[in-house]
């Protein structure tokens, strides 16, 4: 139990709902099929027919789309916690690649026995439906990020909603985390070029606000940095009436 407790995923869905010991108990059983992927063996492909979602146990992935021209847009990262593959599922094939980033270690879940899962459970159902939703209002507030805000705002906000999801699970606080993405990882993120990225992680340095060097993201003036970038996290720690 203790184990299960510890792990990034009840952490997280603990955030949203008091999980009982019996659904942490339930929780554990779905996590007891795990399997590691190397970096460069993409998890899920786009086009392929899937009948099993994943959850991220340790390491990062990238979920990202290949245009016509060759050129790639990652949607977003996905970190220890994280759903992979459900909407794949859903639709029964992929709208996009998910690829590791650092080595990861995933649990696969066949969808009967998911769905089986929550029918007998439905809060834990209800506790996937809010991360889902999470997920969804990230996607739309990375939209306005890319579309509204400048290069500067865009990387300081992707920043500041990477060290708020770390903190959900332990990894990260508003003195920083640990960050294994590179400036190009950054730059078909945020719609910005590599040397862009180089010019306004420098600028965010200079002006004393963040400074992302050597895998390490460090929050010099974290009040300066959420003014600056507009950051209102509300949109990633809301859990709703229905699970309070």
Known sequence: MKTILNTPIALKLSACIGLSEHELEILGQLLKQSREIRVGQDLVQQGETNQAAFILMSGWVCSYKIQADGTRQIVDFQIPGDFLGVRSVLFH??????????????????????????????????????????????????????????????????????????????????????????????????GLSAVHVNRVLRQLREVGMATFRDGQVVFDNYDRLVAFADFDSSYLDQAGPLLT
């Open 93 to 190: 094939t992929s709208d996009h690649n998910i690829e590791p980033i650092t080595e990861v270690e995933v649990c696969e879940i066949l969808i009967p026995r998911l769905l089986d899962t929550f029918a007998q459970h439905p809060r834990l159902a209800m506790a996937l439906l809010w991360a889902l939703s999470r997920d969804e209002a990230m996607v739309v507030e990375h939209l306005v990020n890319i579309g509204r805000r400048n290069p500067a705002e865009r990387m300081a906000h992707f920043l500041l909603e990477l060290g708020a999801r770390l903190s959900l699970i332990g990894a990260g606080s508003k003195t920083g985390f640990t960050c294994p993405l590179t400036q190009p990882l950054l730059a078909d993120a945020l």
